[in-house]
């Protein structure tokens, strides 16, 4: 199974040509799964609500055309950042599509600094999305600190995670090893590089995209400041064995009775 990320440095506001810039940068590349930066269409750094809103988007939109459009091209199932727009809310969602259409989406539980202002949290269960046979979970960025998440998404039966991000500090690509390895699934975070300075903030996106192992191996590691691709063949059916030994089963071990709830 051929699975990869894509690190962009978004121009905020200007999805046409940050759409143009991923196509390019994914050239005749063909994979299984493909994940996309957090807000990769439209730059994160907002100044007001009323900002954001005016980028957000329903389900048959732009995004979703654009990523329907490069899943058909690549064969891959397309997992990216948008503004998710529902009734009078908004959400920091990713979108996941297929070649076959838009399969649904997931809305980031747990908002980081100002994205209180901005977004609503999501209010749905933890889903899988079960797509040419893989079974494939979802977190974005802020959502790695919480390892309750991880955790939940490989009880569901996750053999991968896909994980859009737009990481400010420095902790998670260490993170993503023990999240991994206590899980026993492979995880793609995508981040984004390059600073946003609008209104009184400035942010500065730690790029070094990672694809992770089962075993807590990191397969790939993008630069901390280019943009860049990288695509690599993996074994989903290892993750599906959550044996670590002939006498432990990682699940299986497990003693929830005694834990706080």
Not at 45 to 51: A, D, H, I, P, S
Not at 114 to 134: T, Y
Not at 173 to 199: F, H, P, S
């Amino acid at each position: 199974m051929r699975v990869g990320y894509v690190q962009t440095s978004p121009i905020f506001g200007d999805k046409e040509t940050n759409f143009k810039n991923v196509k390019q940068l994914i050239g005749v590349q063909t994979a299984d799964l493909i994940v996309l930066p957090e807000l990769f269409a439209t730059g994160y750094t907002f100044t007001t609500k009323e900002e954001a809103i005016n980028l957000s988007e329903g389900n048959n939109d732009e995004t979703s055309k654009f990523l329907h459009d490069l899943s058909k091209k690549t064969g891959a199932v397309i997992v990216g950042g948008f503004i998710e727009k529902e009734g009078n809310q908004i959400f920091n969602s990713a979108m996941v599509v297929s070649p076959d259409g838009f399969q649904g989406t997931y809305r980031k539980l747990h908002l980081y600094y100002k994205e209180k202002l901005w977004f609503s949290s999501g209010s749905r269960q933890l889903k899988i999305f079960e797509i040419n046979d893989m079974n494939i979970g979802v977190m974005i960025c802020f959502d790695w600190l919480f390892p309750e998440v991880a955790r939940s998404l490989a009880l569901k039966g996750a053999d991968i995670i896909a994980h859009p991000a737009n990481l400010v500090m420095p902790y998670c690509q260490d993170a993503m090893i023990t999240r991994c390895l206590e899980n026993r699934v492979y995880t793609v975070t995508a981040n984004r590089i390059g600073e946003e300075k609008r209104g009184i903030d400035h942010f500065k996106f730690t790029g070094k995209s990672q694809i992770t192992s089962f075993n807590g191996i990191v397969l790939s590691s993008a630069p901390a400041d280019e943009i860049f691709i990288e695509f690599i063949d993996i074994d989903i059916s290892q993750a599906r064995n959550k044996n670590l030994n002939e006498l432990n089963n990682l699940f299986e071990d497990r003693r929830p009775h005694f834990y706080i709830k």
